[in-house]
């Protein structure tokens, strides 16, 4: 079994054997750096502070569902949602260099922190995520829906405040990823709903061959209710094999 002496790891000019077992050089500290997609960093022994770093994962959550949405459901609302979810985190990367203000630290985070692109992505989220909830969606009582949106809102702030409470922006950077989440999300929604399903677009889309081989469609135009209908039929298939057997 190849060993790696204590020279090696403290030498990096001293070769050590990988995994795949050829010889690679030891990288030089002064070379190495980190992926800043998933690395938080909060004070030791701050419960909170854990807790926050977590909650600031959120957005990363939220990508893994939407392509899992979408692989389960093949539903075309959700690559529109996730269209303007990429559209709204191009807006940031724009204002964030056209504004180009620092973070309120040297050394939490990368690059300019105005507007926070994680308070922008969740209020993006969150804000369509309602929208749609009150304007397509149907449930037997609407208390569902209520308690959904207000789930949906303490994650955002929940978010937008693990930003701040962690150090990775200010107040005002935070607050202004809010607004123009929120703004970009409704003027998105608007622009779906009364301009690109009015045209016929979505219809083309499910209709055309390809997306027919992979069994998209569109449940927000043909039945709202199919959710409610697909469980209906699979109880009554389960209802129906009891009997059987």
């Known amino acids: 079994m190849p060993h790696t002496s204590t020279n090696a790891k403290q030498n990096p000019?001293?070769?050590?054997?990988s995994f795949l077992g050829a010889l690679a050089d030891m990288p030089r500290a002064e070379t190495l750096t980190h992926l800043d997609?998933?690395?938080?960093?909060y004070t030791d022994q701050d419960h909170l502070g854990m807790v926050m770093s977590y909650a600031t994962l959120a957005p990363l959550a939220i990508i893994c569902a939407y392509g899992t949405w979408l692989a389960s459901r093949r539903e075309l609302s959700v690559i529109l949602m996730g269209v303007g979810q990429i559209?709204?985190?191009?807006?940031n990367a724009v204002l964030k260099r056209a504004i180009s203000q620092a973070r309120p630290t040297g050394f939490l985070g990368k690059g300019y922190g105005m507007p926070s692109s994680h308070a922008q992505f969740m209020a993006f989220?969150?804000?369509y995520a309602v929208l749609h909830?009150?304007?397509y969606t149907h449930f037997r009582q609407n208390i569902w829906k209520h308690l959904l949106a207000v789930g949906l809102t303490l994650a955002g702030i929940t978010v937008a405040y693990s930003?701040?409470?962690l150090g990775y922006h200010t107040s005002n950077q935070v607050l202004a990823g809010v607004a123009v989440g929120i703004i970009l999300a409704t003027l998105y929604f608007t622009f779906i709903r009364d301009v690109v399903r009015p045209s016929g677009f979505c219809r083309q889309v499910v209709t055309h061959p390809w997306a027919q081989y992979v069994y998209l469609r569109d449940p927000t135009e043909s039945d709202p209710y199919l959710?409610?209908?697909e469980y209906q039929w699979?109880?009554?298939q389960l209802d129906a094999r009891l009997k059987r057997d």
């Open 125 to 127: 989220f969150v804000a």
């Open 227 to 229: 959710l409610e209908r």
């Open 234 to 236: 699979h109880m009554a």
């Open 133 to 135: 909830l009150y304007t």
């Open 13 to 17: 000019a001293v070769p050590a054997f």
């Open 163 to 165: 930003r701040v409470y």
């Open 87 to 91: 559209f709204n985190e191009i807006i």
């Open 37 to 41: 997609l998933s690395h938080v960093q």
